[in-house]
């Protein structure tokens, strides 16, 4: 096995007698005495002490696997047909929607759910985790229930659904996160590990962007909630009826910032234990 060590000899022994005779010639010897030039005696070879590549750290695998839903899709994909609210319930609710859409920006929300979506799934896998999406293009026809049901028969540890907010006053602004109640007849036992999931995800994501964090609000009326077998939060990652937050999210490397504070609040929430 090779020493970490090296030496590297800064003459040849080849070279070294006639090195020697050339520096006696013309009197730009080291010091050493005529008997030792004319005997070719090399002088002490120099040692350098190089630093070995070192091997590249294995990524860690991590046993989790992260559902992440990019919130509604293209306008051109009809989901306006109705489908149960909650498992059993008679409450009606369309199946999808396009969702809001950038007042300054002109980008459409589920445009930037999908972007962010797949880069915090590029950032997620970087680190370990098992990353399943709901959807992988603007175009796949699948409803809110169908994106719950695909995470709980993939056996997901969670699901987090991306989203953006829409409101008539342009003055709000920030992030937020939606939860179930713990009177939610459907999902209600999973309201207080949501909140967790949800609280841990969004300080995060504020803490990367500069977000304003406007906290947890309980919703018991989406589909995607209600479906949900596993902790479950929507993030609202700004609104898009607001300038700062909107043209902000439309910036690429801003968006980058916003997939990678949401994967270090996923890493804090496992981390933490489930």
Request: glycine share 8%; net charge negative; aromatic share 6%.
């Amino acid at each position: 096995m090779t020493s970490r060590r090296t030496v590297i000899s800064w003459i040849s022994k080849a070279g070294a007698a006639a090195l020697l005779a050339v520096l006696a010639l013309t009197g730009c010897g080291n010091g050493s005495s005529a008997a030792e030039q004319s005997t070719g005696t090399q002088p002490p070879m120099r040692e350098v002490e190089l630093e070995q590549p070192q091997a590249k750290t294995a990524r860690e695998f991590r046993d989790i696997l992260i559902a992440v839903d990019p919130g509604h899709q293209s306008w051109a994909v009809d989901m306006s047909a109705p489908e149960p609210n909650a498992p059993g319930s008679s409450v009606m609710k369309a199946k999808a929607t396009t969702g809001t859409v950038g007042t300054y920006s002109g980008i459409y929300e589920y445009e930037l759910n999908l972007d962010v979506s797949l880069r915090l799934r590029d950032v997620l896998e970087d680190r370990g985790f098992s990353v399943l999406l709901t959807r992988e293009d603007n175009e796949t026809a699948i409803s809110n229930a169908e994106r719950a049901v695909l995470a709980n028969e993939a056996g997901a540890d969670v699901l987090l659904r991306i989203h953006a907010n829409g409101s008539e006053d342009p003055a709000a602004a920030g992030a937020l996160a939606l939860v179930p109640s713990s009177e939610n007849v459907y999902v209600g036992a999973l309201a207080d590990e949501s909140a967790r999931l949800a609280e841990t995800v969004l300080t995060s994501y504020c803490a990367a962007t500069g977000i304003e964090n406007r906290g947890l609000q309980n919703n018991d009326t989406m589909t995607g909630i209600n479906w949900s077998e596993r902790p479950v939060a929507i993030l609202e990652m700004g609104f898009m009826t607001n300038e700062h937050d909107d043209m902000a999210m439309a910036d690429d490397a801003f968006r980058q910032r916003m997939a990678e504070g949401i994967a270090d609040g996923l890493e804090a929430y496992f981390e933490s234990g489930q």
